[in-house]
């Protein structure tokens, strides 16, 4: 009777998603490298899912390595627009009584959401350079909309339950540990590269 190859071959994906994971984390610590980290983590991911032999650490690091420079000035840029969103978020939360500001918020909310969805993924499959990135990103989001929408909503799933839900933290904490931004990053290939699709070369 021959051993189910699927089953091998899904525990293994697993095992490779649960590793990954970690090194996401780990070089993760710093902050300052959680882009790089992220299009590492995605580039990985997409090379897992379409089946190429590869060693996982030595890839990973080596897509951590060639992403560096514009993985860490994306993040850069990004990282205080975040900080002074959530300093904003607190803020109107209990004070804020004005229509307009908030408007600009949640503008300026789905702005950032939209180019965090795409920024990483297009680092780590196109080249550009960081400012054009940005500017594709947003640009993508909207250009594929309903994509953008559904991606954003699965993603947003297991956040809001981490967020709302701090009774069940030991879980989310779990889920986050072990597989959370592999699971993440699986999603985002499998949605992002079918926009990809209509902007590679045949």
Not at 21 to 47: D, E, K
Not at 102 to 109: A, E, K, N, Q, R
Request: aromatic share 16%; charged share 10%.
């Amino acid at each position: 009777m021959k051993p189910d190859n699927k089953f091998f071959s899904f525990m293994s994906l697993v095992g490779d998603l649960i590793l990954l994971n970690v090194l996401f984390i780990a070089t993760s610590i710093p902050v300052v490298t959680i882009g790089i980290s992220a299009c590492a983590l995605y580039a990985s991911v997409r090379q897992r899912i379409r089946g190429e032999e590869s060693y996982v650490i030595k890839d990973y690091f080596n897509f951590w390595k060639s992403n560096a420079r514009n993985g860490l000035i994306l993040w850069l840029i990004l990282l205080p627009v975040l900080a002074a969103m959530l300093i904003f978020t607190i803020y109107i939360a209990g004070h804020l009584t004005s229509l307009i500001p908030v408007c600009l918020y949640f503008i300026l909310f789905i702005a950032v959401t939209f180019i965090l969805v795409y920024i990483f993924p297009l680092q780590a499959t196109f080249v550009n350079t960081p400012l054009n990135l940005l500017k594709n990103s947003f640009l993508t989001a909207f250009a594929h909309l309903p994509v953008t929408l559904i991606l954003i909503f699965i993603i947003s799933i297991p956040i809001c339950i981490t967020i709302y839900f701090p009774a069940a933290f030991y879980y989310t904490f779990a889920y986050w540990v072990v597989l959370g931004f592999s699971i993440t990053a699986v999603i985002s290939v499998l949605l992002t590269g079918r926009v990809f699709q209509h902007y590679m070369a045949d």
